[in-house]
């Protein structure tokens, strides 16, 4: 398998649009459909170009993404079918290797992606009972351990 990261660009949009589905599907089963739908229309009318956003691709076809802002992980997803295969970890070091990465936030509700950044050397400083929505999903906030 021959992948490359590539900077985003508006007509990458859509394709990964889908990768964040089929990625929000596959492992945060806890959202409710109608917080689901609401999240995903709120995506649809974001300017991904607000962020760093850069794209893993194979042959063409994006597997998978990963979003920062200043020293933070905003978003990183895979297609369900390329979860753990170390292309997380790469686009992770990807990120590291290019920016001054020192925080992330994870859902608790979602314990796989956060044992992926444990192992990383990511640590929870901090807990917020609701996501930045207003919703009812925790969040965990992570820092890089020294």
């Known amino acids: 398998m021959n992948f490359k990261i590539v900077e985003y660009k508006d007509s990458h949009k859509n394709e990964i649009l889908s990768v964040w589905e089929k990625s929000v599907k596959a492992t945060h089963h806890f959202l409710l459909e ?5 999240y995903k229309k709120i995506l649809q009318n974001f300017d991904f170009k607000d962020l760093n956003v850069f794209c893993l691709e194979e042959k063409d076809e994006i597997i998978g993404f990963i979003g920062i802002h200043s020293e933070k992980i905003e978003m990183l997803f895979l297609n369900p079918d ?9 686009l992770i070091d990807f990120a ?7 925080y992330v936030d994870v859902n608790e509700q979602n314990p796989n992606a956060t044992e992926f950044y444990k192992k990383i050397g990511f ?5 917020t009972e ?15 351990k020294k």
């Open 34 to 38: 109608s917080d689901f739908e609401e």
């Open 82 to 90: 390329y979860i753990g295969k170390g292309l997380g970890k790469q």
């Open 96 to 102: 590291f290797s290019n920016f001054d990465i020192q």
């Open 123 to 127: 640590e929870t400083f901090d807990r």
């Open 130 to 144: 609701k996501d930045d929505m207003g919703k009812p999903y925790p969040i965990l906030k992570m820092k890089l």
